[in-house]
Nanobody, 126 residues
Framework: QVQLVESGGGLVQAGDSLRLSCAAS????????MGWFRQAPGKEREFVAA????????YYADSVKGRFTISSDNAKNTVYLQMNSLKTEDTAVYYC???????????????????WGQGTQVTVSS
């Protein structure tokens, strides 16, 4: 099992920045990548960004490219999501997730992820 705890959410204004953190514990060696997803009220949970623990290759949703940056600190088993130029449409609960095997669905599919955190609320006001 892998336990994930997100932190760093909050209420900000449009144009502001925020950094989310996700601390992993437990059998962290069983996961090869970490991802961030978000879910707005009444919408499906959607992919935001992902990073491989080894090599650091990253993946982004088109909606956040150029504004969000995912990074990892392998020594701390922690993944970060730096969010800049926030927009009101970024308002959502943000979830951290761990992936063991990408399979055919790949690193951007919700179904590829095996472990999930409890989520942290990000609210962007206009």
């Amino acid at each position: 099992q892998v336990q994930l705890v997100e932190s760093g959410g909050g209420l900000v204004q449009a144009g502001d920045s925020l950094r989310l953190s996700c601390a992993a514990s437990g059998r962290t060696f069983s996961s090869i990548a970490m991802g961030w997803f978000r879910q707005a009220p009444g919408k499906e949970r959607e992919f935001v960004a992902a990073i491989r623990w080894s090599g650091g290759r990253t993946y982004y949703a088109d909606s956040v490219k150029g504004r969000f940056t995912i990074s990892s600190d392998n020594a701390k088993n922690t993944v970060y999501l730096q969010m800049n130029s926030l927009k009101t449409e970024d308002t959502a609960v943000y979830y951290c997730a761990a992936l063991r095997f990408p399979g055919a669905a790949g690193y951007t599919a919700r179904s590829s992820y095996d472990y999930w955190g409890q989520g942290t609320q990000v609210t962007v006001s206009s």
